[in-house]
């Protein structure tokens, strides 16, 4: 059985070069990555993301079933995170341009998790998430897909049987 996780965020990586677009409000924002770019920039991603909610039922925006999550990782030495990672974001370094899969995952489980970075020692599920992760790749300006990423955890008991 996997442990899921408590944390309340989820780092996002970007491995391609795809477009940040800067420069317009969010509203705007979302109407001309729509008609020019077909939402492929990280902009409108964040955006969509941000605006998810407001397409479910009330009681499961109460519960926050589909806020925004993200915490977009720019740096392998950031210090400072947005949560929820929303738009506009300015240009940024990439760090992670061509990172693979298990490279990211490394990184993310040696640097977040409850007590790594991004942890606020107010609230006990505050920190970002060391075993899943998201990632805008290549694919992503093609069809608009992110790729999911979740480590199985299984305590020792359940991997016994």
């Known amino acids: 059985m996997a442990i899921p996780t408590i944390a309340q965020w989820y780092p996002l990586f970007v491995t391609a070069d795809l477009p940040v677009l800067v420069g317009y409000p969010s509203a705007a924002l979302m109407t001309f990555a729509n008609k020019t770019c077909r939402n492929k920039t990280i902009n409108a991603i964040l955006t969509k993301a941000t605006n998810e909610r407001e397409i479910h039922s009330e009681a499961d ?46 990184f993310v489980k040696a640097n977040f998790g409850e007590g790594g970075w991004g942890h606020s020692s107010h609230q006990s599920c505050d920190y970002i998430a060391s075993e899943v992760f998201s990632i805008l790749d290549a694919r992503t300006a093609e069809d608009e897909t992110l790729v999911f990423v979740i480590n199985d955890l299984v305590d020792t008991v359940n991997k016994a049987n």
Do not use: H, M
């Not at 079933?65 to 915490?71: C, G, K, M, P, R």
């Open 61 to 106: 925006r109460e519960e926050g079933l589909f806020d925004n999550s993200w915490v977009l990782i720019t740096s392998r030495n950031q210090t400072d995170f947005q949560k929820p990672a929303t738009a506009p974001v300015e240009p940024f370094k990439r760090d992670f341009i061509g990172a693979t899969v298990d490279e990211l995952d490394e």
